[in-house]
């Protein structure tokens, strides 16, 4: 059964950059039909949708909140996609998700609540100080 790993999360201060990865547990599944997105979820609210890629035309989202901050380049070497998270603010605080859906747009995939997600990563913590 694939799994979405993630990786790359930490401690950090405020300005500061962190990169997360996300990739598949199966190296010989393939991305290239997915919608990837990065989710954020903060003690006591709900998950939201920050950045998002159509993988097969490249396509891009970003939350008005991480735009000109945050880009989500994908990786064709580790069959992976990344989340570059730049200028950290205290706000960006939370425990991050990487998702991938199948059949989904990615407006779709990013707003729907709950989000329309395959496949889920485990999350990782992300603290800004």
């Known amino acids: 059964q694939v799994q979405l790993v993630e990786s790359g999360g930490g401690s950090v201060q405020a300005g500061g950059s962190l990169k997360l990865s996300c990739a598949s547990s199966?190296?010989?599944?393939?991305?290239?039909?997915?919608?990837m997105a990065w989710f954020r979820q903060a003690p006591g609210k709900e998950r939201v949708g920050v950045a998002g890629v159509r993988l097969a035309v490249g396509s891009r989202y970003y939350a008005d909140s991480v735009k000109g901050r945050f880009t989500i380049p994908r990786d064709n070497a580790k069959n992976a996609v990344h989340l570059q998270m730049n200028d950290l603010r205290i706000e960006d605080t939370a425990q991050y998700y990487c998702?991938?859906?199948?059949?989904?747009?990615?407006?779709?995939?990013?707003?729907?609540?709950?989000?329309?997600?395959?496949?889920w990563g485990q999350g990782t913590q992300v603290t800004v100080s």
């Open positions: 998702g991938a859906a199948r059949y989904r747009t990615l407006w779709n995939m990013i707003h729907t609540r709950p989000p329309p997600v395959d496949l």
């Open positions: 199966n190296p010989g599944y393939s991305i290239d039909g997915l919608c």
